[in-house]
């Protein structure tokens, strides 16, 4: 199950369940488009966040783990996270020890939603009527 809208130049999928999106984003991003992908990973943390454009992903972290990055363009978001003050420079933490993961998280996201220009609408996404779509359809278990 996937829900879908729009907010400003892009538009979003909220997907329920174990959907194919988180996996399959530069398949997803042929031709133009771009994705980016939240896994919010409560499981098995850290969330992951990934920007894909073209067919390639072209840049992905840890929250958390910033310092670990993979991509065609690892280093894309270095400077935007230097400048905010999740990483100093050198590649070493900026953010106080003490701080909790979660303020930490929301930290690193807004960098990320500021450097993309996005502003997925959290009441919209979370609590209004949007088109849904089974993405597929499974017996198994």
Same mark, same amino acid.
């Not at 907010?7 to 979003?12: Q, T």
């Not at 920007?51 to 992905?60: A, E, F, I």
């Not at 050198?90 to 979660?102: C, K, L, V």
């Given at each position: 199950?996937?829900?879908?809208?729009?907010?400003?130049?892009?538009?979003?999928?909220?997907?329920?369940?174990?959907?194919?999106?988180?996996?399959?984003?530069?398949?997803?991003?042929?031709?133009?488009?771009?994705?980016?992908?939240?896994?919010?990973?409560?499981?098995?943390?850290?969330?992951?966040?990934?920007?894909?454009?073209?067919?390639?992903?072209?840049?992905?972290?840890?929250?958390?783990?910033?310092?670990?990055?993979?991509?065609? =363009?690892?280093?894309?978001?270095?400077?935007?996270?230097?400048?905010?003050?999740?990483?100093?420079?050198?590649?070493?933490?900026?953010?106080?020890?003490?701080?909790?993961?979660?303020?930490?998280?929301? =930290?690193?996201?807004?960098?990320?939603?500021? =450097?993309?220009?996005?502003?997925?609408?959290?009441?919209?996404?979370?609590?209004?009527?949007?088109?849904?779509?089974?993405?597929?359809?499974?017996?198994?278990?």
């Amino acid at each position: 199950m996937v829900r879908v809208g729009s907010c400003g130049d892009w538009s979003f999928a909220v997907e329920y369940g174990m959907g194919d999106g988180r996996d399959n984003p530069a398949e997803i991003s042929r031709d133009g488009v771009e994705v980016i992908v939240l896994e919010p990973s409560p499981d098995h943390p850290p969330r992951t966040f990934s920007y894909s454009r073209d067919g390639v992903v072209v840049c992905g972290f840890g929250l958390g783990d910033e310092l670990r990055r993979w991509g065609e =363009h690892p280093y894309l978001l270095l400077p935007d996270l230097t400048a905010g003050a999740t990483l100093y420079p050198d590649g070493r933490y900026a953010r106080p020890d003490t701080e909790h993961y979660r303020a930490r998280d929301r =930290h690193t996201l807004s960098l990320i939603e500021s =450097h993309f220009t996005l502003s997925l609408p959290r009441e919209e996404a979370n609590n209004e009527r949007l088109p849904a779509f089974v993405v597929a359809l499974s017996t198994e278990w």
